[in-house]
DNA sequence: CAAACAACCTTTTTT
DNA sequence: AGGTTGTTTG
């Protein structure tokens, strides 16, 4: 697409001095705090242009973003800047990177570089079966974390570099006398995913840190190559990712980490947004700079969301102010459940789309995606169409994780434990057997007879030479990729058929994961995106995007912005989750939750806090409206009071 | 050792 | 409302 030709920048016209103070800046580190709706993407896509227009090679810019998408979206703005192209700016998440570098340089580690990407999920099954073998008469199950706690706790112990004791005692005190063998199967399982050639999340990261760290001729190449580092949403990086940067910038210190200390929301995953109040530590010199005119909200808006985030106790001091003095005041509202809200929702959105405000320009936002249910429902029965956002992830469900094991398979002969969860399908064959044969086909590769795997035969020999004829038609075809996922979705629909009643859904999800790869012509690429940038699961298609309403967990709406933000369910058991009563870390986590909310709204707020909720153990119960918005003085709000 | 069934509990949020 | 875990049966 060739965009109008670039005319020369008048910066100091398009940016405020904050602004441009920030993307002029020389050399360096360079913290910029910036509130929401400040213009941060708008700072950061000049910065690249004004880079560029300085002479700087776009090749050694390195963007790193939330998501590739965020990333691609700022470098296609920037290209509209400057001329030629900008298509060299390296730009993804820390993982990515992490991932790209590891490809390259795994072999200095000692890893195969063909090593497969595990998601959490395929973290917990490997947990799993660690924790089962593990077990014996003398280990009690029950009172031993699941896989899914010890996936978590360990993780979260590499994130925040710390003991895995002590984030076993930090979030699960109750299962501290565990920690001898939770240790000794987080040991197992780097162990573990060596032998079936695996990486998890964690691992991008730490294998990047030790690689830069222990082979200096690679991180001498690699940070003398990115001349210029930007980081977006610093506030949500965690300790590894910090270190990460800190080798990325070794060669030049030329970083410019751009965030907001109270939009900080992911420290469920070891984000910390000490992070970013200590970034001048680490990065010595550093020159920060605050963005606090804020050009998205009304005035009535900011009222409201300033409220909300000065009775946190973080941070950067800051004062978001705007020029915007009109518009309407945010409105809150106490249906009398959920139903009357789904109606209330339904009823706001027809009066916009009346007052032709376009569909698109409406976000319902909620706390998590389960919370959307009833809404969804209400929406389908009034034919308002909707994307959504967050929640359960399409690569996640069982059924595309079993045609991907097809292909992990193909691209990583050692991962047993997708060549288990392959034969674990079959009829007859269960984990015991499954985990058998995967051992042997790792180890001696795919025999081209089965018998060889089970000499004595047995009832289910054809349907194992069945599956292990796919697999290796799959490695030796040269068949467009889309091809080969067919080829896999016609051996797994009988399975799918046998199994789940709403099999007609799951086919359709596996077709939409065959178009999906039209757009790859290498399988490793595929894969690699699926486990890092998973695709959204609006099976619509984009076009519809446009004409949609789109509904959005709070974390997935990050860095975004709509004319109407109708924030649903903030009441007392939703927002502040009931998980996060304990700490009061995480109750503050809620509370900056509730502000990224809030602040993603331009003219209208509308925030609705049922009277009551369902419980499935409590039944119908009464509820007040979040905490935090009860602590908003009433006279910012028209509407309904809160009592 | 696998399958079928019942209980259960989980359920923030995502790379 | 879903998958997961435990129990029983074959």
């Excluded at 063998?181 to 691992?203: C, F, P, Q, S």
């Excluded at 980490?257 to 990065?283: C, K, T, W």
């Excluded at 009775?311 to 139903?339: C, F, H, I, N």
């Excluded at 079993?402 to 434990?417: E, G, K, Q, S």
Aim: net charge neutral; proline share 5%; glycine share 6%.
């Amino acid at each position: 697409m060739k965009s109008a030709l670039p005319h020369s920048i008048d910066y100091s016209r398009d940016l405020n001095p904050a602004q441009l103070e920030a993307v002029t800046a020389s050399g360096g580190p360079v913290l910029v705090i910036a509130g929401a709706g400040s213009g941060k993407t708008r700072t950061i896509v000049y910065r690249v242009a004004w880079l560029v227009e300085q002479g700087v090679d776009p090749s050694s810019i390195l963007l790193l973003t939330f998501t590739r998408k965020a990333a691609e979206e700022m470098l296609s703005r920037a290209a509209m800047l400057v001329e030629g192209s900008l298509a060299q700016v390296s730009g993804g998440t820390f993982h990515s990177t992490g991932n790209l570098l590891l490809r390259r340089h795994a072999g200095r580690l000692g890893f195969e570089t063909s090593f497969s990407i595990m998601d959490q999920s395929d973290s917990i099954d490997a947990y799993e079966h660690l924790r089962k073998s593990l077990a014996g008469p003398v280990t009690d199950l029950k009172s031993f974390p699941r896989a899914r706690t010890i996936a978590e706790v360990v993780s979260r112990a590499k994130g925040t570099q710390t003991s895995v004791q002590d984030s076993l005692e930090y979030r699960y005190p109750h299962f501290a006398h565990a920690a001898g063998l939770v240790e000794k199967i987080a040991g197992e399982y780097d162990g573990y995913k060596r032998l079936n050639n695996l990486m998890d999340y964690d691992d991008l990261l730490l294998h990047t840190i030790r690689l830069l760290e222990e082979h200096d001729d690679v991180r001498a190449d690699v940070s003398a190559k990115w001349q210029h580092i930007l980081v977006d949403e610093y506030q949500d990086t965690n300790r590894l990712q910090a270190r990460m940067l800190v080798l990325l910038a070794s060669d030049n210190g030329n970083v410019m980490a751009v965030g907001d200390d109270s939009q900080s929301i992911y420290a469920f995953r070891g984000a910390d947004f000490h992070n970013i109040m200590e970034f001048p530590e680490l990065f010595p010199g550093t020159r920060i700079i605050k963005l606090e005119e804020n050009y998205r909200s009304t005035a009535p808006i900011l009222a409201v969301t300033n409220s909300i985030i000065e009775r946190a106790s973080v941070g950067y001091p800051k004062r978001l102010y705007t020029r915007q003095g009109g518009g309407p005041l945010p409105l809150a509202a106490r249906p009398m459940d959920e139903r009357q809200q789904s109606r209330f929702v339904v009823q706001c959105v027809k009066e916009l789309t009346d007052h032709d405000i376009p569909i698109r320009e409406v976000a319902v936002l909620f706390r998590a995606g389960y919370h959307s249910f009833d809404l969804e429902t209400e929406l389908a029965r009034n034919s308002i169409p909707f994307v959504k956002f967050g929640g359960f992830k399409f690569v996640e469900s069982v059924h595309i994780k079993d045609v991907l094991a097809h292909l992990r398979v193909t691209a990583n002969p050692a991962d047993r434990l997708s060549w288990t969860r392959i034969l674990k399908l079959l009829p007859g064959v269960g984990v015991k057997t499954a985990m058998k044969l995967a051992d042997r086909i790792a180890g001696d590769g795919i025999p081209s007879d089965a018998g060889e795997l089970l000499p004595r035969g047995g009832k289910y020999l054809q349907e194992i030479q069945k599956v292990l004829d796919l697999v290796r038609h799959l490695k030796e075809s040269d068949e467009s990729l889309a091809n080969k996922v067919d080829r896999v979705n016609q051996y797994y629909y009988p399975h799918l058929m046998e199994n789940y009643d709403n099999y007609p859904k799951r086919m359709k999800d596996l077709e939409h994961l065959a178009d999906l790869t039209v757009r790859y012509r290498s399988l490793n690429r595929f894969l690699n995106d699926m486990a890092l940038e998973p695709p959204d699961q609006d099976r619509t298609g984009s076009d519809q995007r446009s004409t949609s309403l789109v509904l959005s967990t709070i974390h997935s709406a990050k860095g975004l912005e709509w004319q109407t933000v109708i924030l649903i369910w903030a009441a007392e058991g939703r927002i502040p989750s009931p998980m996060a009563l304990d700490s009061p870390d995480e109750l503050e986590e809620e509370r900056r939750l509730l502000y990224v909310a809030a602040t993603r709204a331009k003219h209208n707020l509308v925030i609705l806090s049922p009277r009551t909720m369902m419980d499935r153990t409590r039944g119908i119960s009464q509820v007040r409206a979040s905490r935090f918005v009860e602590e908003i003085p009433q006279e910012y709000f028209r509407g309904l009071s809160f009592d």
